[in-house]
């Protein structure tokens, strides 16, 4: 993690308590948490694959 992003704060609330919105809500969140994290991982998979073929040629 670098100095600029911000760390994942995860809260953790009884689903029971929370309203039908609220969920929706919260499922948008998420949805948008997993999309960012599926981009980085390619993101960080090309960065690992480039540095492969630079160093480890055969």
């Known amino acids: 993690m670098t100095f600029?992003?911000?760390?994942v704060r995860v809260v953790k609330r009884s689903l029971d308590d929370m309203s039908i919105q609220d969920l929706k809500e919260r499922i948008e969140a998420l949805r948008g948490e997993?999309?960012?994290?599926?981009?980085m991982i390619v993101k960080k998979e090309a960065t690992?694959?480039?540095a492969e073929?630079?160093?480890?040629?055969?």
């Open 4 to 7: 600029d992003e911000e760390p």
């Open 34 to 39: 997993i999309s960012a994290c599926e981009a």
């Open 48 to 50: 690992r694959k480039a």
């Open 53 to 58: 073929a630079a160093f480890f040629k055969s």
